[in-house]
C-alpha cells in the first residue's frame, strides 16, 4: 500500500500568535534579603527590586520565616521585657491617681489600697509625695540606687519638682531595695531611718517573698518618721532567721557520747557470743 502524506502533515506547526522580540519582564515588589542592611541613617528604610530570574520563591519563604523567627525571639525573650519595663516606668511618668508602680506584678489590692490611702492622707498633711515602685528586674542599671536616682530625675526634672518627692524601688528578682527623694523629702524623714529601711524592711521581707508587707511597713516606717512618731522598727531577728543545717558543739557531742555507747555494745556482743557458744560446745563433748 501507498502512504499518503498531506503537505499538511510535513509542515511545521506553527504559532497561533508570533512571539514578541521584546518581552516585559514582571517588577518584582519584594524585599531583597541576601546582603544584611546596615543601619546608618534612613538607609535601612530603603527597598531594592531584583529579577524574578536571581530569586527563588523558596529562597525568600525561608528568609522571610528566620526574619518573623528573629523578630519573635527579641520581642518575647526576658532581656527586652525587662528593657521594656524599666523604660515604661520612666517614660510614663508618675502615677496620677495612685501612688505605687506594681510592674513586678506582686502587690495585693489590699496593699495598693492601704498605701493610697496612707499616702494621700501624707500628701495632704505634709506636702510631701512618696511613690512606690516594684520591678522584676534591672538590666540597664547597675543597682536599685542608680536606678532609684534615673526615675526621679526623670519624672522630676527640675528641682522645684523634685524637692519635696520620694521614690521606694523594690528590686523582686534581686531582693533588694533603694529610697532616694529631693532635699525636703530626706531632710524630712532622716538618714537612719532611711538607712535602716533600706537595709532591714524592704531586703529581709522580699527575701522571704513576703512582698506586701515589705512595702506597706517600708511606707509606715517612713511615714511615723515624717510625722515625728517612734519608729515602729523593722522585720525581728526571728523572722528573718534560717533554719540551720549545721549541729551545735554541744548536740555533737552529745551524739558522738550515744555513738560511742552503741558501738561498744555492738562489739561486745560480737565477740562475748561467739565465745560462749564455743564454750558450751566443748563442754558438752
Known sequence: METLLS??????????KPSSTHQTKPTSHSLSLSKPTTFSGPKHLSTRFTKPESRNWLTDAKQGLA??????????????????SEFNILN??????????????????????????????LEYRKKLRLNFITVRKLTSKADAFEYADQVLEKWYPSIEEGNNKGIVVLITSQKEGAITG????????????????VSENLPVLATDEKYNEAVYSSAKRLVAAIDGLPDPGGPTVKD?????????????????????LVVGGLLVIA???????????VSRK
Not at 241 to 260: A, C, I
Not at 271 to 281: E, G, H, S
Open 7 to 16: 503537505p499538511r502533515a510535513l509542515s511545521p506547526p506553527l504559532n497561533s
Open 182 to 197: 529631693g532635699p525636703a523629702f530626706i531632710e524630712a524623714v532622716g538618714e537612719n531611718i532611711l538607712d535602716a529601711t
Open 240 to 260: 528573718s532567721k534560717r533554719e540551720s543545717n549545721f549541729k551545735t558543739k554541744q548536740e555533737t557531742d552529745e551524739k558522738r557520747g550515744q555513738f560511742s
Open 271 to 281: 565477740f562475748v557470743v561467739p565465745m560462749a557458744q564455743y564454750f558450751a560446745y
Open 92 to 121: 510614663d511618668g508618675p502615677p496620677k491617681d495612685t501612688y505605687v508602680v506594681d510592674d513586678a506584678g506582686v502587690l495585693s489590692r489590699v496593699t495598693k489600697s492601704d498605701l493610697k490611702n496612707l499616702l494621700s492622707d
Open 67 to 84: 526574619a518573623l523567627a528573629l523578630s519573635l525571639t527579641l520581642s518575647f525573650s526576658p532581656v527586652g521585657t525587662a528593657l521594656a
